[in-house]
C-alpha cells in the first residue's frame, strides 16, 4: 500500500461507488457484455503495493483501475478452465480526483471502459491514439 494516500475530495460508500461501476457496466453496448463472460470487475479502496511495483508505479501515482487477464487477442484454441480475467476499479484514487458525484460517475465509466479495453487487447498505446485521453 502507499506510505501517503492524498485526502479524497469527496468521499462515497462501498456500496455507492459500485453502484456507479454497476451502472457504468450496464451502460456498455449488448456486443460488449457477449464478450464479458469470464471477466469479474471488482472495487477495492487503494491498489496493493505488489500491485503499484508491478506497474513501476511510485507512492504518489494514482493508479484508478487494473486489467489482470490474458486479453482475447493473446488467446489460443486450448485456452479454457481458467480462473476470471479481473477489472479492479479503485475508490480512494477514484474519489481523490473527483469533486462531485458525476465526477466521479464520468471517471468509473472512463476506468471501466479502458481496462475493458485492455481485455479486448487494445494497450495504453493504442487508447491513446484512438483519443482515448
Partial sequence: MCATRPEARL???ADDFSELAFDALDSLPGWVHAWLSNVQVVVEDWPSR???DGLGF???DLLLGLYEGIP?????ADYGMVLPDKVTLF????LTLCKTRIDVAREVKHTVVHELAHHFGIDDDRLEALGAY
Fill in 11 to 13: 468521499w462515497l460508500s
Fill in 50 to 52: 505488489d500491485q503499484l
Fill in 91 to 94: 475508490r480512494g484514487p477514484i
Fill in 58 to 60: 511510485e507512492d504518489d
Fill in 72 to 76: 482475447l487477442t493473446e488467446r489460443s
